[in-house]
């Protein structure tokens, strides 16, 4: 499984567009990126997926590079509720027998200030 | 509400007590996981379910914990004569299996305190 490095905290504030980077440089051909967020004494909480190029959906966008060696998370215009832990992982297809653990690392605390 | 569902949502017990922890998953989910959290890190996998077979256990599941799903429906998760280690944030999530891409949604965690 590939590992992923991350900032271990951010700062913005509220109404700016938020990229958070997460670099993986011995990222497999098979492999998805996934970005979770997680609030404090929650569960993590799926925010988006992807194999190449961008995704976006109605919570954020994703932009992957042609080497997929990188990925960035990118927040528009956050508000004080997006201050939480944001988790990038790369891992494979899941197919039969082959497990689909997640393997987090530490993640990114993003702070949002009014 | 059909999201990944655990209870409790907190438990204290003594040390060298055992207890239980329930999930259940989003209906029609073939596969469940269980993790476990400490403060600061991420979740750490323990164990995964294809319906009712326990297909991986990772090495922190100690001889202690047992898991189980029967009929491929919610899950236990049970430690016996637990520690202070033991101490964390156990997190269930379910997903359905679409042949590539898996997106596992978790549950809201049952917090664990050994004293």
């Known amino acids: 499984l590939a590992k992923t490095t991350q900032p271990i905290s951010m700062d913005s504030y509220e109404g700016q567009e938020v990229n958070i980077t997460c670099s993986h440089n011995n990222i497999a051909t098979n492999d998805y990126i996934t970005w979770y967020q997680q609030f404090p004494s929650q569960g993590p909480r799926f925010i988006i997926q992807?194999?190449?190029t961008k995704v976006t959906n109605e919570v954020a966008s994703l932009f992957i590079p042609a080497d997929r060696k990188s990925s960035t998370l990118s927040l528009p215009r956050v508000s004080l509720s997006d201050t939480a832990v944001y988790y990038c992982?790369?891992?494979?297809?899941?197919?039969?027998?082959?497990?689909?653990?997640?393997?987090f690392g530490q993640g990114t605390e993003l702070s949002v200030k009014p | 509400d059909t999201g990944v569902s655990q209870d409790p949502r907190h438990k204290i017990t003594k040390r060298g007590q055992n207890v239980t922890f329930r999930c259940d998953p989003i209906?029609?989910?073939?596969?469940l996981y269980w993790y476990r959290q400490t403060l600061g890190q991420g979740p750490e996998f323990l164990t995964y379910?294809?319906?009712?077979?326990?297909?991986?256990k990772s090495r922190l599941l100690s001889d202690r914990f047992s898991a189980e799903r029967p009929k491929g429906s919610f899950s236990t998760l049970e430690i016996q004569r637990t520690e202070q280690g033991d101490s964390a944030m156990y997190l269930c999530a379910s997903s359905l299996d679409r042949g590539r891409t898996d997106t596992q949604y978790f549950g809201p965690g049952t917090r664990l305190t050994v004293l």
């Open positions: 379910f294809q319906n009712e077979a326990q297909l991986e």
């Open positions: 992982l790369v891992g494979s297809p899941l197919f039969y027998n082959q497990g689909g653990k997640l393997i």
């Open positions: 209906s029609e989910h073939n596969r």
């Open positions: 992807g194999y190449k």
